[in-house]
């Protein structure tokens, strides 16, 4: 039908139909439509208005916001008891068909503008993404060279062989020496070397000690005036008791109740002069102990040992306390204030027993003829270190051809001489006139010379006289001097009291 047959037809009708008719059935049909079409166009157009709205606020991005005059479904001719239904707004469905054409470009507008924009937001997700990604590779790219000093070592040397040019350690250590001479640092320092992409160094950190460890930021301009930035790690403490008893071993005990073997080695090493825990630890021995619990943010290790009680039926009762005097003497002191470090250890390594004791009279398992053993065969594995048992100076170091193999004499205060025979080998670096403290290794266990199998022939001599080394009183290190003996009267009273309340 042509828009002028269409037109001419309305009107017709209109003439012939009442106003009233017209009315209710023009009302009829637009409530049918209405709850069938306009529910969901409206709620459509919703979104849109509340998604180009949205879209206006956070990006900045001026929009139009199409206002929807029409139902689109009103638009269309339908049918209803003979009866054709135009736009309730307008008369004419000429003006209907180009509003509705209006309405169609416009709402192809927004539709395109919304696809740009969300292309838009994805390349700036993407962009945003690769920054990121550029950032966290930057992190990655920073190279950190670790080490540690060891003995005749420099940190220039060791940062040269790790590709650091000479340019860059002197530029390192001009920067450095407000704060470190990066020079001069001590053997088993630790230490860490964070360089950039470009090798330039911008952070040095260093651990000096077991406990103080250092971050410095370095500059990357030469201006004198500007500060180095340094952080120290925050260590805490926190005082721990613990208790148990020995059923197998110190060390098996120490597992158990302390959940730690470190603290057995060194409850072990406090009480070296006057137990042998290898021979003298017997089961139904106690413990109890006073001890540092270290932290940086989480656990990190165990500090020292403030206070320490060990009894046994064997050993009696052995007090050990901890006490630094105003000079910095730092020692652990019986309850009557005497050192507990003597001059000489209880034994010179672990050993697993003794295979022959100081004698007058033994017969030789090699030469098969009685004579003096006026030392301490001590059996142990091939390798097993052995150490000094006191401070002195090496006065020998050689192969002995009249049976003791490699053998080392060590001269100690107070006319002491003490020998050990049948090393495996030397410890290195070890040679005559050499200084070397108590503990420290002095060669391994072997069977060189006139040996059955692995063992330490160990003597000492007093004035140039062997002497029986297990019937000796060791004399001790030190006291405590007078002048601070209030104070480590106090430190005592009070590490022995929470020892007791809290055990």
Same mark, same amino acid.
């Given at each position: 039908?042509?828009?002028?047959?269409?037109?001419?037809?309305?009107?017709?009708?209109?003439?012939?139909?009442?106003? @009233?008719?017209?009315?209710?059935?023009?009302?009829?049909?637009?409530?049918?439509?209405?709850?069938?079409?306009?529910?969901?166009?409206?709620?459509?157009?919703?979104?849109?208005?509340?998604?180009?709205?949205?879209?206006?606020?956070?990006?900045?991005?001026?929009?139009?916001?199409?206002?929807?005059?029409?139902?689109?479904? $009103?638009?269309?001719?339908?049918?209803?008891?003979?009866?054709?239904?135009?736009?309730? %707004?307008?008369?004419?469905?000429?003006?209907?068909?180009?509003?509705?054409?209006?309405?169609?470009?416009?709402?192809?507008?927004?539709?395109?503008?919304?696809?740009?924009?969300?292309?838009?937001?994805?390349?700036?997700?993407? @962009?945003?993404?690769?920054?990121?990604?550029?950032?966290?590779?930057?992190?990655? %790219?920073?190279?950190?060279? @670790?080490?540690?000093?060891?003995?005749?070592?420099?940190?220039?040397?060791?940062?040269?062989?790790?590709?650091?040019?000479?340019?860059?350690?002197?530029?390192?250590?001009?920067?450095?020496?407000?704060?470190?001479?990066?020079?001069?640092?001590?053997?088993?320092?630790?230490?860490?070397?964070?360089?950039?992409?470009?090798?330039?160094?911008?952070?040095?950190?260093?651990?000096?000690?077991?406990?103080?460890?250092?971050?410095?930021?370095?500059?990357?301009?030469?201006?004198?005036?500007?500060?180095?930035?340094?952080?120290?790690?925050?260590?805490?403490?926190?005082?721990?008791?613990?208790?148990?008893?020995?059923?197998?071993?110190?060390?098996?005990?120490?597992? %158990?109740?302390?959940?730690?073997?470190?603290?057995?080695?060194?409850?072990?090493?406090?009480?070296?002069?006057?137990?042998?825990?290898?021979?003298?630890?017997?089961?139904?021995?106690?413990?109890?102990?006073?001890?540092?619990?270290?932290?940086?943010?989480?656990?990190?290790?165990?500090?020292?040992?403030?206070?320490?009680?060990?009894?046994?039926?064997?050993?009696?009762?052995?007090?050990?306390?901890?006490?630094?005097?105003?000079?910095?003497?730092?020692?652990?002191?019986?309850?009557?204030?005497?050192?507990?470090?003597?001059?000489?250890?209880?034994?010179?390594?672990?050993?697993?027993?003794?295979?022959?004791?100081?004698?007058?009279?033994?017969?030789h398992p090699i030469l098969r003829i009685w004579r003096p053993h006026l030392?301490?065969?001590?059996?142990?594995?091939?390798?097993?270190?052995?150490?000094?048992?006191?401070?002195?100076?090496?006065?020998?170091?050689?192969?002995?051809?009249?049976?003791?193999?490699?053998?080392?004499?060590?001269?100690?205060?107070?006319?002491?001489?003490?020998?050990?025979?049948? $090393?495996?080998?030397?410890?290195?670096?070890?040679?005559?006139?050499?200084?070397?403290?108590?503990?420290?290794?002095?060669?391994?266990?072997?069977?060189?010379? $006139?040996?059955?199998?692995?063992?330490?022939?160990?003597?000492?001599?007093?004035?140039?006289?062997?002497?029986?080394?297990?019937?000796?009183?060791?004399?001790?290190?030190? @006291?405590?001097?007078?002048?601070?003996?209030?104070?480590?009267?106090?430190?005592?009273?009070?590490?022995?009291?929470?020892?007791?309340?809290? $055990?």
């Amino acid at each position: 039908m042509t828009i002028k047959k269409y037109n001419t037809f309305c009107n017709n009708f209109r003439k012939q139909k009442k106003k @009233s008719i017209k009315k209710k059935n023009l009302y009829k049909e637009y409530t049918r439509l209405k709850s069938l079409k306009l529910p969901f166009l409206a709620g459509l157009v919703v979104i849109v208005i509340i998604t180009v709205i949205g879209m206006q606020y956070f990006f900045d991005i001026p929009f139009k916001i199409v206002g929807l005059e029409e139902d689109k479904g $009103l638009t269309h001719n339908l049918k209803s008891e003979g009866v054709i239904i135009s736009s309730i %707004e307008t008369d004419d469905i000429s003006e209907n068909g180009l509003l509705e054409e209006k309405n169609t470009l416009e709402l192809n507008e927004v539709k395109n503008e919304l696809e740009q924009l969300a292309l838009r937001d994805e390349e700036v997700s993407q @962009s945003e993404l690769k920054l990121k990604y550029q950032r966290e590779q930057s992190e990655e %790219e920073i190279n950190i060279i @670790s080490g540690q000093l060891d003995s005749g070592e420099t940190l220039y040397q060791f940062l040269v062989e790790n590709s650091i040019s000479p340019a860059q350690i002197l530029n390192l250590q001009e920067k450095m020496q407000p704060v470190v001479d990066i020079s001069r640092l001590n053997v088993g320092t630790k230490f860490s070397v964070h360089c950039n992409p470009d090798g330039e160094i911008v952070q040095f950190d260093y651990q000096p000690n077991q406990l103080d460890v250092y971050h410095i930021q370095i500059p990357q301009n030469d201006m004198e005036d500007i500060d180095i930035k340094v952080n120290k790690d925050e260590i805490f403490r926190e005082v721990v008791c613990f208790e148990g008893e020995v059923e197998t071993s110190l060390y098996e005990a120490m597992v %158990e109740h302390c959940n730690s073997g470190q603290l057995a080695v060194q409850l072990a090493e406090i009480f070296a002069w006057d137990i042998d825990f290898l021979t003298e630890c017997q089961p139904g021995d106690t413990f109890r102990i006073l001890v540092e619990k270290l932290y940086r943010g989480d656990f990190y290790r165990w500090g020292d040992i403030l206070a320490a009680v060990y009894e046994g039926e064997m050993l009696s009762t052995h007090t050990a306390i901890l006490f630094e005097d105003p000079d910095g003497n730092n020692e652990y002191y019986d309850k009557d204030g005497r050192c507990l470090r003597k001059a000489f250890l209880k034994a010179p390594l672990n050993y697993k027993y003794i295979s022959s004791n100081y004698t007058n009279s033994r017969y030789h398992p090699i030469l098969r003829i009685w004579r003096p053993h006026l030392a301490i065969d001590y059996a142990a594995p091939t390798g097993t270190p052995v150490v000094s048992i006191g401070s002195g100076t090496v006065i020998s170091r050689y192969y002995d051809q009249g049976g003791y193999g490699n053998y080392v004499k060590i001269r100690h205060p107070n006319g002491y001489v003490t020998g050990y025979g049948h $090393l495996s080998k030397f410890a290195s670096g070890l040679k005559v006139g050499q200084r070397v403290e108590q503990g420290e290794v002095i060669g391994y266990v072997g069977a060189t010379g $006139l040996a059955t199998g692995p063992h330490l022939d160990f003597s000492i001599s007093k004035d140039g006289q062997r002497i029986a080394f297990l019937e000796i009183d060791l004399p001790t290190a030190s @006291s405590v001097a007078a002048d601070y003996r209030q104070d480590f009267e106090m430190v005592k009273k009070n590490y022995l009291s929470i020892l007791q309340e809290n $055990l």
